[in-house]
C-alpha cells in the first residue's frame, strides 16, 4: 500500500511511500504448529505429522520420540510413522530457517498414545444336540458375537449357545479404540440312536437285553437286572 510521507515537524517536501507486504510472511516463529493424525490408537497405527507452515526455506527435523533407537526420524516436510510398541510418545520438530520474515530455530512437540489391543479368548467347546453351554469371554471391556445363529444375544461378555449343528463363532473384543478377535468352534454331537432288543420272559426266567447305538449305557430301574451299567445286562423275572 501507499502512505503520505513528511520532513521532521511536517515541514518540507511531501512524497509517497510504497510500503509491500509479503505475504508468505509468517509474523512469528510462534505461529507454527504441529498436528497429528491419529493422536491415539493401538500398536502397528500409521501416524502423519503436519506442520502448520510450509515452505522451502525451512529445514524440518523430526523425532518421533522411542526411545532406545535413531531410525525414528525424518527430514521430510509430512512424515509418517508406524508406532509398534505400546506407550505414550513425545514426537519433535526442530525447525530450522527463515521463518516469520528472520531466522528461527524452534521445537515443536505432540503426545502420540499407543495402546496394545486387547487379548480375547473363548476356548472351543463341545455339546450334544439340544444342549445349551454358556461362552464367556474375557481380555476386553466390550464384545460382539457372530454369527448369531444359536446364541441368545450378540452383546456382552456372557452369552447362552445352542447351535444345532457344528458352528464356527468369531468374538471381537473392544478396549477404548482398540478392538482383536477369537475365533472358537462348538462341536454339536448328534444324540445316539438306542436299539434294545425285546425278548420274551418267563415266571422264574431270565432274559439277556442287548443295547446298540451308543458307547456307554445306564439302565434303569435296575431291581430285576444283573446289572445298571453296560451294553448287555440279564433281566430276571420273580
Same mark, same amino acid.
Not at 510413522?81 to 505414550?88: H, L
Not at 519433535?92 to 531466522?103: F, K, M, P, R, T
Not at 467347546?125 to 481380555?139: F, P, R, S
Not at 436299539?195 to 431270565?206: E, K, L, R
Given at each position: 500500500?501507499?502512505?503520505?510521507?513528511?520532513?521532521?515537524?511536517?515541514?518540507?517536501?511531501?512524497?509517497?511511500?510504497?510500503?509491500?507486504?509479503?505475504?508468505?510472511?509468517?509474523?512469528?516463529?510462534?505461529?507454527?504448529?504441529?498436528?497429528?493424525?491419529?493422536?491415539?490408537?493401538?500398536?502397528?497405527?500409521?501416524?502423519?505429522?503436519?506442520?502448520?507452515?510450509?515452505?522451502?526455506?525451512?529445514?524440518?527435523?523430526?523425532?518421533?520420540?522411542?526411545?532406545?533407537?535413531?531410525?525414528?526420524?525424518?527430514?521430510?516436510?509430512?512424515?509418517?510413522? #508406524?508406532? =509398534?510398541? /505400546?506407550? $505414550? *510418545?513425545?514426537?519433535?520438530?526442530?525447525?530450522?530457517? &527463515?521463518?516469520?520474515? !528472520?531466522? +528461527?530455530?524452534?521445537?515443536?512437540?505432540?503426545?502420540?498414545?499407543?495402546?496394545?489391543?486387547?487379548?480375547?479368548?473363548?476356548?472351543?467347546?463341545?455339546?450334544?444336540?439340544?444342549?445349551?453351554?454358556?461362552? #464367556?469371554? =474375557?481380555? /476386553?471391556? $466390550? *464384545?460382539?458375537?457372530?454369527?448369531?445363529?444359536?446364541? &441368545?444375544?450378540?452383546? !456382552?461378555? +456372557?452369552?447362552?449357545?445352542?447351535?444345532?449343528?457344528?458352528?464356527?463363532?468369531?468374538?471381537?473384543?473392544?478396549?477404548?479404540?482398540?478392538?482383536?478377535?477369537?475365533?472358537?468352534?462348538?462341536?454339536?454331537?448328534?444324540?445316539?440312536?438306542?436299539?434294545?432288543?425285546?425278548?420274551?420272559?418267563?415266571?422264574?426266567? &431270565?432274559?439277556?437285553?442287548?443295547?446298540?447305538?451308543?458307547?456307554?449305557?445306564?439302565?434303569?430301574?435296575?431291581?430285576?437286572?444283573?446289572?445298571?451299567?453296560?451294553?448287555?445286562?440279564?433281566?430276571?423275572?420273580?
Amino acid at each position: 500500500f501507499w502512505k503520505l510521507g513528511t520532513t521532521a515537524g511536517g515541514i518540507g517536501s511531501s512524497a509517497l511511500m510504497r510500503y509491500v507486504i509479503d505475504p508468505t510472511c509468517v509474523p512469528s516463529s510462534t505461529n507454527l504448529s504441529v498436528t497429528a493424525n491419529p493422536l491415539s490408537g493401538c500398536t502397528g497405527m500409521n501416524v502423519t505429522f503436519t506442520p502448520s507452515v510450509v515452505s522451502g526455506a525451512i529445514d524440518y527435523q523430526w523425532d518421533f520420540g522411542v526411545p532406545g533407537i535413531t531410525t525414528d526420524t525424518s527430514s521430510l516436510t509430512n512424515p509418517a510413522y #508406524t508406532y =509398534t510398541t /505400546a506407550g $505414550t *510418545y513425545t514426537a519433535q520438530l526442530i525447525v530450522l530457517g &527463515n521463518i516469520g520474515c !528472520g531466522s +528461527t530455530n524452534d521445537t515443536l512437540t505432540v503426545t502420540i498414545t499407543v495402546a496394545d489391543p486387547p487379548s480375547v479368548q473363548v476356548d472351543d467347546t463341545t455339546l450334544c444336540a439340544g444342549e445349551t453351554v454358556t461362552l #464367556t469371554a =474375557t481380555g /476386553a471391556a $466390550t *464384545y460382539l458375537w457372530s454369527p448369531a445363529a444359536g446364541l &441368545n444375544t450378540t452383546v !456382552g461378555a +456372557t452369552v447362552q449357545a445352542s447351535p444345532t449343528v457344528t458352528t464356527t463363532y468369531i468374538v471381537t473384543g473392544t478396549t477404548g479404540a482398540c478392538s482383536s478377535a477369537d475365533t472358537f468352534v462348538i462341536t454339536v454331537n448328534p444324540l445316539p440312536a438306542i436299539t434294545v432288543n425285546s425278548p420274551t420272559i418267563c415266571p422264574q426266567g &431270565n432274559a439277556t437285553l442287548t443295547a446298540n447305538g451308543a458307547d456307554i449305557y445306564s439302565w434303569t430301574p435296575a431291581a430285576t437286572l444283573s446289572s445298571s451299567t453296560g451294553s448287555t445286562v440279564t433281566a430276571v423275572s420273580y
